[in-house]
C-alpha cells in the first residue's frame, strides 16, 4: 500500500507528514518515529512564535512610517505656516485671509447642498402636481367605497333579521334548557 500523506497546519506554514506513522488505533497520539512529534512540534512552534514577533514588528514600523510620520510631519508645516502668517501679516491682513478662507471653505458645500434641495423642491412640486391629476379619481373612489359599505350593511341587516326575529319567538325555550346553542 503507498503512503497517505496529509497536512498538518501550523500559523502562516504547512508541513507535510507521512499520516501512516499516525497509530490506527483511533488515537491522536504520534509515533515517536514521526518527525513532528515531541521536540519537533516544539521547535516549530518557537519558530513559529519568532516570526509572529517580528511581522508585528514589521507591523508597527510599517504604521509608525506610513501613518503616524505623515501626520506629524503635517502638523509641523500647519504650525510652520500659521507663525509665518503671524510674523509676516497683521492683524488685519490675517482678517482677510481668513475670511477668504472661509468663503473656500464654505461655497462648495452650498453648491453641494443645493443639488438635494432643489431635487426636494422639484419633489414636492410634482406631488402637488400629481395630487391636482388625481384628486377627483380619489374622490369618486372614496363615494364608491362608500356606497358599497352602505349597500354592504343593508344586506348583512337584511339577511340576519329573520334568524334574530326566530331567535326572539324561541326566547321562551329557553328556560327549559339550552336549545339551538
Known amino acids: 500500500m503507498g503512503a497517505r500523506l496529509g ?7 504547512s508541513y507535510r ?7 490506527s488505533n483511533g488515537s491522536n497520539a504520534f509515533k515517536p ?22 511581522a508585528r514588528l514589521q507591523h ?6 506610513r501613518i503616524v510620520l505623515p501626520v506629524v510631519i503635517g502638523a509641523i508645516v500647519a504650525i510652520i ?19 477668504f478662507s472661509a468663503v473656500i471653505l464654505i461655497v462648495p458645500m452650498v453648491l453641494l447642498c443645493m443639488i438635494p434641495y432643489a431635487l426636494l423642491i422639484v419633489g414636492v412640486a410634482g406631488m402637488g402636481r400629481v395630487h391636482q391629476i388625481t384628486e377627483k379619481a380619489l374622490i369618486r373612489g372614496q363615494r364608491m367605497s362608500r356606497s358599497i359599505h352602505v349597500g354592504a350593511v ?4 337584511a339577511s ?22
Do not use: C, H, M
Request: no cysteine; net charge positive; aromatic share 10%.
Open 81 to 99: 505656516f500659521l507663525l509665518a502668517l503671524a510674523i509676516l501679516f497683521s492683524g488685519r491682513q490675517i482678517g482677510i485671509i481668513a475670511s
Open 160 to 181: 340576519t333579521r329573520p334568524f334574530i326575529a326566530a331567535q326572539k319567538r324561541l326566547a321562551w325555550l329557553d328556560r327549559f334548557g339550552r336549545f339551538g346553542r
Open 17 to 23: 507528514i507521512n499520516t501512516n506513522t499516525l497509530p
Open 33 to 54: 518515529n514521526n518527525p513532528l512529534s515531541g521536540a519537533s512540534v516544539g521547535a516549530l512552534t518557537a519558530a513559529s512564535e519568532k516570526r509572529s514577533q517580528s
Open 7 to 13: 497536512y498538518v497546519y501550523l500559523p502562516r506554514t
Open 60 to 65: 508597527r514600523r510599517d504604521v509608525q512610517r
Open 154 to 157: 343593508r344586506v348583512s341587516k
